[in-house]
């Protein structure tokens, strides 16, 4: 009987212990009432790898402009709280499961400022925040707007191009603050973490200046992976000499939706185009009912292909059951190397095959080029 007793305290205080060692984040922010706050992490290395299966999506509602919130399981998570009423967010890259997190701001007119304390990491990027302050609100000012914009029955493209331009250089604008903090902070975990953030030719340039103790600290397996996209990037780079219109196509082998090999050759005595393509990207789905009409318009001259990449397999097949694509649809593992062989720089990338596999030519984006182009080939 004494040891069965003894046996139940040593568990209590294992089970003390385990509960003691989970990352608890703690916040006092004035005007956050008793709002709910939406939750959301994942591992590390998952969100860089872009598995986004383990993904934990919770809630938790503060009293009186205060929660606590404790992560479950022992992985260095990324995450994020995003308020209900403001819909403002506070994301943090890297929780370590033992971690003790504070946080404590305020909102005012819908504008969240925070600062963080517990780990250096965190308190780096609260004040590298208040740096970037000014642009993170222009910023969240222009994604709301897109989502308006996108949101009508018949969106303007003109205005759509005019918020990505004027997006695209607000972010140039913060990754040029954060370059500097990396310049100024080689051995910090933070600049491990920007440098992340930052387009691969500077990744190449600023990841042999980081100290040692960045490159196998918290960010290791990200900096690593940001290496290998940069080899992927040199490839790519180097294949474009070889993606031109009259050059042989690169002949690939990948699984279709009933899980059978279909071969770029075994498509014969018609032009093909190849989509590349992802479920997770809105300029690509945007583009599929004007694809699905040329696809109506001109299937017994050319076979559509459609090549999905960065995908998982679950969210490929419902993206081609919701949009109804009845085109050959083929996945993309993220082992192979297709796009990269193609020089895809981005997605949605288009290329338009003649019936003896030589390229006719590459359309990157959603652009009226590629259906003129089809336009001529087959009227």
């Keep these: 009987m004494k040891q069965i007793s003894f046996l139940l305290v040593t568990l209590g205080i294992?089970?003390?212990?385990?509960?003691?060692?989970?990352?608890?984040?703690?916040?006092?922010?004035?005007?956050?009432?008793n709002d709910t706050v939406y939750v959301e992490y994942i591992p590390l290395t998952d969100y860089y790898a872009r598995n986004m299966n383990t993904l934990v999506r919770d809630t938790v509602v503060a009293v009186n402009d205060k929660f606590t919130y404790t992560i479950s399981g022992n992985d260095d998570v990324v995450i994020e709280f995003t308020t209900a009423r403001a819909g403002q967010a506070i994301t943090f890259p890297a929780v370590n499961h033992a971690d003790r997190i504070k946080i404590a701001g305020a909102i005012e007119d819908s504008d969240l400022s925070y600062t963080a304390t517990g780990t250096v990491v965190v308190e780096a990027q609260s004040q590298q925040e208040l740096v970037?302050?000014?642009?993170?609100?222009?910023?969240?000012?222009?994604?709301?707007?897109?989502?308006?914009?996108?949101?009508?029955?018949?969106?303007?493209?003109?205005?759509?191009?005019?918020?990505?331009?004027?997006?695209?250089?607000?972010?140039?604008?913060?990754?040029?603050?954060?370059?500097?903090?990396?310049?100024?902070?080689?051995?910090?975990?933070?600049?491990?973490?920007?440098?992340?953030?930052?387009?691969?030719?500077?990744?190449?340039?600023?990841?042999?200046?980081?100290?040692?103790?960045?490159?196998?600290?918290?960010?290791?397996?990200?900096?690593?992976?940001?290496?290998?996209?940069?080899?992927?990037?040199?490839?790519?780079?180097?294949?474009?000499?070889?993606?031109?219109?009259?050059?042989?196509?690169?002949?690939f082998t990948l699984k279709n939706l009933d899980g059978k090999d279909v071969c770029l050759t075994d498509i014969q005595g018609k032009y093909i185009v190849l989509d590349f393509w992802g479920s997770w990207c809105s300029w690509c789905v945007r583009g599929y009912p004007r694809m699905k009409e040329y696809y109506a318009k001109y299937k017994k001259k050319v076979e559509f292909v459609g090549i999905a990449c960065n995908d998982n397999d679950e969210d490929w097949r419902n993206a081609v059951q919701k949009n109804e694509l009845q085109w050959t649809q083929l996945f993309h593992p993220k082992e192979d190397n297709v796009p990269i062989r193609y020089a895809v720089k981005g997605f949605p990338t288009k290329v338009i095959l003649d019936s003896e596999y030589k390229i006719v030519g590459v359309f990157e984006g959603e652009s009226d080029e590629f259906y003129e182009k089809l336009d001529k080939l087959f009227k």
């Design 132 to 251: 970037n302050k000014p642009l993170i609100v222009q910023i969240d000012s222009l994604e709301n707007l897109y989502k308006v914009i996108m949101g009508s029955m018949t969106p303007d493209d003109s205005a759509i191009n005019n918020i990505r331009e004027a997006y695209k250089n607000l972010i140039l604008e913060k990754q040029a603050n954060d370059l500097t903090y990396i310049k100024s902070n080689p051995a910090s975990d933070y600049s491990g973490y920007l440098l992340t953030r930052q387009p691969i030719d500077t990744f190449n340039v600023y990841y042999e200046k980081l100290a040692d103790n960045v490159k196998t600290g918290t960010f290791k397996e990200p900096l690593e992976l940001c290496a290998k996209r940069y080899d992927d990037y040199l490839q790519r780079k180097l294949n474009e000499e070889n993606v031109k219109p009259g050059a042989a196509a690169p002949v």
């Design 14 to 33: 294992m089970l003390t212990f385990a509960a003691c060692d989970r990352s608890t984040i703690t916040a006092h922010i004035k005007n956050l009432g």
